[in-house]
């Protein structure tokens, strides 16, 4: 996967158009035009426009306890204490729309998160 490069969630309902934007490079604004969805994502959405840009979510959604424990890139949905919100996880670091670059998770109750691959060709 290519460089990673944060972007803050425009509005407090856009994480995971935040999320697509920093895997793909593409801004949040089209982010939201190709997903016709300018509020909360789904997962299926996430999937879908991720599979449509060469990235493989895998299927099973797994619970996480510390950053150990996450692959080197994944789709993270977290719950935090305001909200279920949508976080990446790339090669160490923490790219959370909301919070900022971090090195571990921002605070939240569960953890959960997909593991992200790029599809071979």
Partial sequence: MKEIR????????????????MVTGICVSEVCAQLGNERETKLSEMRDYLSGHGIMLEARRREASSKNELPKYALLSLETPRCWH??????????????GVMTDFPDCKRKYYWEMKEYEE
């Fill in 86 to 99: 949508w976080s990446l996880y790339a090669d160490g670091t923490f790219y959370d729309p909301e919070h």
């Fill in 6 to 21: 944060y972007v803050h969630e425009p509005t407090d309902l856009q994480c995971g158009q935040a999320v697509l934007a």
